[in-house]
């Protein structure tokens, strides 16, 4: 088959899960039309990690984050050529749109063309309850239900994010994300008795992420010497971590990160909302026990208090004490972490979902001849 992916920006989470699914899918070819925000890790960095021979990618430039309507039209226009060209070559079975703003563009541009019903969205993260402003969250809520009206297939990647969609009136199906639990693990040297107790997070440091309330946790500990908090990351928030037991790294790869969460304690999210993060199943491979605010797509991650906890305020968020002092559990939570992430979140499974529901869109009219 041949999928069209359309991503803005082609980075953070997005980047990762359709890594994860253009190597689930090798016998497919893959256009990725893609966007870029200069704040985040460049485009041309991550698409180093697209080895694939079926893997080819379009700039979409007038594609951006913010709702501007002179630059949201120019990026319309732009994607209804780019998809236009790619149509009549005969390039096209499946579009699948990625996050809000390309689900958005991308199904408007699919309804013009003609082709909305090859059309998958992934939104990856509702964007109606990314804002503490109230009057935001009702907007984006509109544009989602507006957007649903123009065709394809909505697919939730969590039970949460599900649940949230359909309290909005949408209608979707729900495929997990998943990444790669089979990994072999990080060889490391053994930490010594009464080292620094670590607790760490990875993504952008950005409103989403919630970094106040990862401080305000952080400041509770900042004068016990044996606790240290670290971020993963940066962005536009970064001056919110004021604590002076929060060190911040920036952005490393692949090995580097998983070699600074292996060697935590914990991983703590103090997120607003997510989708399926997955930093979280990064933690989850490693065997960590997890420490998640109560948000959609975090709450997917704990299994019944076996693997961590889930918090609603940051005074909750202080039982890492609890962790700290029953430290002969936490390996045998990390235990339960790899296992639930084994059973529940394997890459194996996301990307034979997609691929079925590729099938579906891309041979719709064959099936429904042969019946």
């Not at 339960?336 to 194996?348: E, L, M, P, V, W």
Request: aromatic share 8%; hydrophobic share 40%; with cysteine.
């Amino acid at each position: 088959m041949k999928i069209v992916h359309i991503v803005e920006p082609l980075s953070g989470g997005v980047a990762t899960f359709l890594k994860l699914l253009v190597e689930q899918l090798p016998d497919d070819s893959h256009i990725v039309i893609h966007g870029e925000r200069k704040e985040e890790t460049p485009s041309s960095e991550v698409k180093k990690q697209f080895t694939y021979p079926n893997v080819k990618f379009l700039r979409w430039k007038s594609a951006q984050r913010s709702l501007r309507l002179k630059d949201d039209i120019a990026a319309t226009i732009e994607l209804y050529n780019i998809l236009k060209r790619l149509k009549e070559s005969g390039s096209i079975d499946v579009v699948h749109l990625h996050s809000s703003k390309g689900g958005f563009i991308g199904r408007l541009v699919s309804r013009m063309l003609g082709i909305q019903d090859l059309v998958v969205y992934t939104p990856n993260g509702a964007p109606f309850l990314g804002n503490t402003n109230r009057l935001s969250n009702y907007m984006y809520k509109k544009l989602e239900k507006l957007a649903s009206t123009f065709g394809g297939q909505v697919v939730c990647c969590s039970a949460s994010e599900q649940e949230a969609y359909e309290m909005a009136g949408i209608d979707v199906l729900m495929i997990n994300n998943g990444t790669n639990s089979k990994r072999k693990e990080i060889t490391q040297v053994k930490r010594k008795k009464n080292e620094v107790f670590k607790i760490v997070t990875s993504g952008r440091i950005v409103n989403q992420k919630n970094p106040a309330m990862f401080n305000k946790i952080a400041s509770y500990f900042e004068e016990f010497k044996q606790f240290e908090f670290i971020w993963i990351g940066e962005g536009q928030e970064q001056d919110l971590l004021t604590a002076k037991n929060v060190a911040v790294t920036g952005w490393l790869n692949q090995d580097a990160l998983s070699r600074i969460v292996d060697d935590a304690d914990i991983y703590l999210s103090t997120a607003n909302f997510e989708g399926l993060p997955f930093s979280v199943l990064e933690a989850l491979v490693l065997k960590k026990p997890v420490l998640l605010s109560d948000c959609v797509g975090n709450r997917d991650l704990v299994t019944g208090g076996l693997n961590g906890s889930i918090f609603k305020n940051e005074k909750e968020a202080i039982k890492i004490l609890q962790f700290y002092n029953n430290a002969s559990m936490l390996s045998v939570m990390g235990e339960h972490s790899g296992s639930y992430c084994k059973n529940k979140f394997d890459h194996a499974n996301t990307g034979a979902g997609y691929k079925k529901l590729y099938q579906k869109a891309a041979f719709k009219d064959t099936l429904i001849a042969v019946n």
